[in-house]
């Protein structure tokens, strides 16, 4: 399975992105789809992910602005950021993981926002 994340850039406070990670391959076995964030300086953190239940989990910080959701057909899973904040800025990873000890990371997006 190969990751491809998109969307990052440079956006104003209050404005918003939408993230896309597409998946190649077979992504039958993934049990966890999630985005992840890391700022400079930061460990690595969960933004939001969506179990192959249907059930989604965000961080506190992020409640209520960003969105998790995912297009079975194009084996893409997206994450819908409003609201943002400077203190949103990071590089943003996608990672698809499964029970069966699979785990995949996308490339990583900027998103950086400006005050």
């Known amino acids: 399975v190969q990751l491809q994340a998109s969307g990052g850039g440079l956006v104003q406070a209050g404005g918003s992105l939408r993230l896309s990670c597409a998946a190649s391959?077979?992504?039958?076995?993934?049990?966890?789809m999630g985005w992840y964030r890391q700022a400079p300086g930061k460990q690595r953190e969960l933004v939001a992910s969506?179990?192959?239940?249907?059930?989604?989990n965000y961080a506190d910080s992020v409640k209520g602005r960003f969105t998790i959701s995912r297009d079975n057909a194009k084996n893409t899973v997206y994450l819908q950021m409003n609201s943002l904040k400077p203190e949103d800025t990071a590089v943003y990873y996608c990672?698809?993981?499964?029970?069966?000890?699979?785990?995949?990371w996308g490339q990583g997006t900027q998103v950086t926002v400006s005050s």
């Open positions: 990672n698809f993981w499964a029970l069966v000890g699979s785990d995949y």
């Open positions: 969506f179990t192959s239940g249907g059930r989604t």
């Open positions: 391959g077979s992504i039958f076995s993934i049990n966890v």
